[in-house]
């Protein structure tokens, strides 16, 4: 009998492994290394689209910790006895990063991002939840302006959430803007102020409360994982929550 190798790996290592949405890389990178300064075990750590890790633990690869951008995902996973207990972890919100040269503030920022010549770039929906949350956005938006659906849904050019990224991979926020494949790209607020780290030039831009969508993130350990359980204890600790909110999430 042969078994994949993500199993044998796990098996072999008997290291934690990690799942976590892309979006919370860099917190929950900050999280892990106080968690061990307390005494944690250290985790193998996996990152990308929420849809696509869930699909792979459903194919049975070994998770003893899935944080998700969409609680849907570990509700379902626990639902499915894959998981332990589903618990919302923290919040983000939607925001639009743009060129410097692209005037979307004000009142017309819909007819804006709706015209023809302006490139508007997003994650991919049903496999990464930031997509599905861009689609509610543009459905919400089109009780305002009617024909902004269509016109969001037929020109969107999703560059990112189709797989699983690499660990040395480039942003695709970050080469989006350098290989001019979009003017626009509508993200989470968290990613988009990471994104202006490396590209200072960018502008941020707010998506009013009543259009926004905002988005629950979930967190599961794996039901017979004790190092699983530790560690998602920890994150829904004040000083984990400090760290996300530190990083521009949402409190629980």
């Not at 503030?105 to 939840?129: C, E, K, M, N, Q």
């Not at 009617?146 to 480039?170: C, Q, T, V, W």
Request: proline share 4%.
């Amino acid at each position: 009998m042969t078994f994949p190798a993500t199993r044998l790996i796990s098996a072999a290592s008997q290291v934690p492994r990690l799942f976590a949405a892309g979006s919370l890389r860099g917190a929950m990178e900050e999280i892990m290394a106080a968690y061990q300064q307390q005494g944690g075990t250290a985790f193998h750590t996996q990152y990308g689209p929420s849809g696509k890790l869930r699909q792979e633990i459903e194919a049975g690869v070994q998770a003893d910790v899935f944080a998700s951008a969409s609680v849907g995902h570990t509700e379902a996973l626990a639902q499915q006895n894959l998981l332990g207990t589903s618990t919302l972890f923290t919040h983000n919100d939607l925001c639009v990063l743009a060129r410097p040269d692209l005037d979307l503030h004000g009142d017309d920022l819909l007819a804006l991002l709706a015209d023809p010549a302006v490139r508007i770039a997003t994650s991919t929906p049903v496999s990464d939840p930031m997509g599905d949350y861009t689609w509610q956005f543009f459905r919400n938006a089109d009780k305002r302006q009617a024909g902004f659906y269509a016109a969001m849904n037929a020109k969107a050019i999703r560059l990112s959430g189709a797989h699983i990224p690499a660990a040395d991979e480039r942003l695709p926020y970050i080469t989006a803007f350098e290989a001019d494949k979009a003017d626009a790209y509508i993200m989470y607020c968290t990613n988009a102020i990471s994104t202006r780290i490396v590209l200072p030039q960018l502008q941020v831009i707010a998506i009013p409360d009543e259009l926004n969508v905002r988005s629950a993130y979930g967190i599961a350990a794996g039901k017979q994982s004790e190092q699983g359980q530790r560690f998602v204890h920890f994150v829904l600790s004040a000083a984990g929550q400090a760290i996300l909110k530190k990083h521009g999430f949402g409190s629980c």
